[in-house]
C-alpha cells in the first residue's frame, strides 16, 4: 500500500532554475526578484525602489518601458494650487534648488501633458515637507547613507521652502506648505446600452462610435486646462488626475461635452429626451501618500455613488459623487444629479466663502455637534425646525471669518436655509468636503 501511494504522489519540483532562497516581487508575490543582492544606489534610483522593494523581470521592463513624459507624477499634480499661489521669484528660487537635485538623481524633472507644468517643471516631490524630511532622514535609516552633495542639496531646498513658506505669495497670504491631498477622477456613459440597441443600420453604429470618438478625443484637452492629466480616456470611460481646485469644474465641464456629443445621434434615433446618454462621475479624494490603487478604488466607488443603482429611477445616474477620504478620519460622501442646479450652486458657493476665506473650518463640525445635541427632535414639526434654525443661528452669530470679522450676511442666510432644508450632518458633510476642494496649503485642511 505504501509503494503504490508512492507512486500516485508527485515530486515538488521547483519550476524556476537558480531562484532558491530569493525574495518574491513586492508587486505580486509571484516570481522571484532580480535582486540577488541590494542594488547599487543608482539603480535604485532609477527605478524608484523603496526601502527594500523587489521587483521580478516584468516588473523592471514595466516601470522602464516607454517614455517617462507620458506621465505627470501625481505629486506633481497634487501640488498644483500651491504652485499657482507663488509669486515669479519664488519659483525661480525654488527651481534653482530643485535642479541640482535632478542632476544628483533625488528628483525627475516634468515635461509631458502638453508642458502646462513648465512654470516649475519638477515632480514636486520634495515640495512636501514630509517626503522632503523622509529624504533627509536617509543617512539614518538607509545603509548607503546620503552624500555629502546629495544631502547639502535637500538642506539647501528645504531652508528656501521653509523660507518661502512664510513669505506672502501672489494673494498676499503666507504661502505655507502645499495641500497633500489630490483627485482622481473616473467616469462612464449612462444609458450606452440602450442607444447602441436603438441603432439597426451600420451607419447608425458607425455614428454612435464617431460621436464616441469626438469625446474621447476632447478629454485630454479639457482635462489639461483644468490643471490635470487624463490617464485614459476611450470612448464613454474616463480616468485623470486632478488638483483638488479644479476636479470639480473639470467633472462638470466633461458631462455636458459628452451630453452634447451623444445629443444629436440620440435624436437621430428616436430616444426620448429623457432618455439621452449622458455622464456619471466619481471624484475619489485622499491624501498623497495613499496608494494609487488605493485611490482609484475610492473614484471607482464615487462613481458607482454617482450612478446610484440603489436609487428610485429618476434619481439614479447623471450626477457627480465625492468621496473624500481623511487620513485622520473616515470617508465622506456627496452626490447630486447634475440637473440639480441648487445643490451644485451650493457646493460652489461653499468652496468659494473657504477659498476666500469667509468661512471658519469649525463651522461644519459645530453643525455636527449641533445634530448631535439636537437628536432627540426626531419629527420636523415646526416647533422642532425653530430650535434647529435657532441653534444654529446662534453658533453662525459667534463664528468668525479670517481677521475676525463677521460672516458675510449671503453665506449665514444660506446655513440658516439649508439647515431647515436638510439634515445637520448632511450640510456639514458637504462643508467638510467644500472645504478640502478649497485648499491650497496643508493648513487649510489640518487646522480645525
Not at 78 to 94: F, H, K, P, S
Request: charged letters at 25%; glycine letters at 10%; hydrophobic letters at 40%.
Amino acid at each position: 500500500m505504501r509503494n503504490v501511494r508512492r507512486k500516485a504522489t508527485r515530486d515538488c519540483i521547483a519550476t524556476r532554475g537558480n531562484g532558491h532562497g530569493l525574495p518574491k516581487s513586492s508587486l505580486d508575490g509571484a516570481f522571484e526578484t532580480v535582486f540577488p543582492k541590494r542594488p547599487p544606489r543608482s539603480l535604485q534610483r532609477k527605478l524608484s525602489l523603496q526601502g527594500g522593494e523587489q521587483l521580478d523581470a516584468l516588473g523592471v521592463i514595466k516601470r522602464r518601458a516607454g517614455s517617462i513624459d507620458q506621465f505627470t507624477a501625481y505629486s506633481r499634480i497634487v501640488a498644483e494650487g500651491w504652485i499657482e499661489r507663488l509669486r515669479d521669484d519664488q519659483i525661480t528660487r525654488i527651481a534653482q534648488r530643485y535642479e541640482p537635485l535632478v542632476g544628483l538623481g533625488l528628483a525627475t524633472r516634468v515635461s509631458g501633458n502638453g508642458g502646462i507644468y513648465g512654470r516649475l517643471p519638477y515632480d514636486a516631490q520634495l515640495l512636501h515637507d514630509f517626503r522632503l524630511a523622509n529624504a533627509l532622514s536617509q543617512g539614518g535609516s538607509d545603509p548607503d547613507g546620503l552624500q555629502a552633495d546629495e544631502a547639502t542639496a535637500l538642506s539647501q531646498l528645504h531652508k528656501t521652502l521653509q523660507a518661502i513658506g512664510k513669505e506672502p505669495g501672489r494673494l498676499g497670504d503666507p504661502c505655507g506648505h502645499p495641500v497633500p491631498y489630490g483627485v482622481i477622477l473616473q467616469a462612464d456613459g449612462d444609458r450606452m446600452g440602450a442607444l447602441i440597441q436603438e441603432a439597426t443600420t451600420v451607419e447608425q453604429s458607425r455614428a454612435i462610435s464617431r460621436a464616441l470618438q469626438g469625446f474621447a478625443a476632447s478629454v485630454r484637452g479639457i482635462v489639461r486646462h483644468y490643471r490635470g492629466h487624463a490617464i485614459y480616456a476611450g470612448g464613454d470611460d474616463v480616468l485623470a488626475l486632478l488638483p483638488l481646485g479644479t476636479a470639480v469644474a473639470a467633472a462638470k465641464k466633461l458631462s455636458e461635452d459628452f451630453a452634447s456629443a451623444m445629443r444629436d445621434i440620440a435624436q437621430q434615433l428616436g430616444c426620448a429626451e429623457g432618455e439621452y446618454p449622458t455622464l456619471s462621475v466619481g471624484l475619489g479624494v485622499g491624501h498623497l501618500v495613499e496608494p494609487l490603487g488605493a485611490l482609484r478604488q475610492r473614484a471607482l466607488l464615487a462613481e458607482r455613488l454617482a450612478k446610484g443603482d440603489a436609487l428610485p429611477e429618476g434619481r439614479r445616474r447623471n450626477a457627480l459623487g465625492i468621496i473624500l477620504g481623511i487620513r485622520s478620519g473616515g470617508e465622506i460622501e456627496w452626490r447630486a444629479q447634475w440637473r440639480d442646479y441648487e445643490a451644485l450652486a451650493e457646493l460652489d458657493a461653499f468652496i468659494a466663502a473657504y477659498a476666500e476665506k469667509q468661512l471658519p473650518s469649525r463651522v461644519a463640525y459645530d453643525l455636527r455637534d449641533i445634530a448631535l445635541r439636537l437628536r432627540w427632535l426626531t419629527d420636523d414639526s415646526e416647533t422642532s425646525r425653530g430650535m434647529r434654525r435657532a441653534e444654529v443661528a446662534r453658533m453662525l452669530d459667534r463664528a468668525r471669518a479670517q481677521g475676525d470679522t463677521a460672516l458675510d450676511p449671503a453665506i449665514k442666510e444660506r446655513l440658516l436655509r439649508r439647515s431647515q432644508e436638510t439634515p445637520l450632518a448632511n450640510l456639514a458633510d458637504t462643508l467638510v468636503i467644500a472645504r478640502w476642494l478649497a485648499a491650497r496649503t496643508r493648513n487649510e485642511v489640518e487646522n480645525q
